[in-house]
């Protein structure tokens, strides 16, 4: 490792801890920066932190405009923090990358193709049918509630009233609680299913035993969205 690969995962780490002191989650930035640091030292690049650096760090990765935007903003701050530790470090501009404002319009299932869809999970895995029930529930409890897959993986069952329908979802955007109701035949045709699977997978089930389980652990946010997409 180059000394300023070093250096720069020093700061790049310090920096992290001072977003989370500050209460942000900051999740997905950390890992923009430590992307960073092991591509500098890929790269074997020597100080100091340039736009060319940043933009060139952007560019590497493919996916939608918006998120070569999103990684040099997370960069473009950083190099503000840096900047303190070495005044060599330039400033990054704003408007780099154009931002897209195209918002692809959503593909909403008919009834027929939602059925269709639930149906077919029977077949993901011929051989251990309680995960294909497991995956029709979760994509049924999706279309009934609306709620994000993230938030559908991290329900216990103590969020769940089947007396009165309605989820309680916990830490959701800018990290607030929310109830929501769900429609009356959701009880009925989506959560004794999961009674059933959580038993078999976890042995025993409490008030804080995940909702939707895979393996015998809660399913995470990636499985579910290779699950639905």
Known sequence: MTAFARFLGEKA??????????????????????????YVERAQLDAPATRTMALDFALS???????????????????????????????????????????????????????????ACARISPSTPLRG????????????????????VRLDRSDVDLANGVLLVRKTKFRKDRLVPVHTTTPVSIIPPLHVYSTRACGTHTLHEPLIVSRGSSTSRSESRLLIE
């Open 13 to 38: 780490e310090r920096y992290i801890e001072l977003r989370h002191s500050l209460g942000y989650a900051f999740s997905k930035q950390a890992g923009t920066l430590r992307a960073f640091v092991r």
């Open 61 to 119: 990765f493919g996916g939608a405009a918006n998120s070569r935007v999103t990684r040099h903003g997370v960069l473009r701050r950083f190099y503000e923090y840096l900047a303190v530790y070495d005044v060599r470090t330039k400033a990054l501009e704003r408007r780099a990358f154009p931002r897209s404002r195209a918002i692809t319009p959503p593909r909403i299932l008919t009834d027929a193709e939602l059925a269709s869809l639930i149906d």
């Open 133 to 152: 029930r497991t995956m029709a529930t979760l994509i049924g409890l999706l279309a009934s509630s609306g709620l994000r897959s993230g938030e559908v």
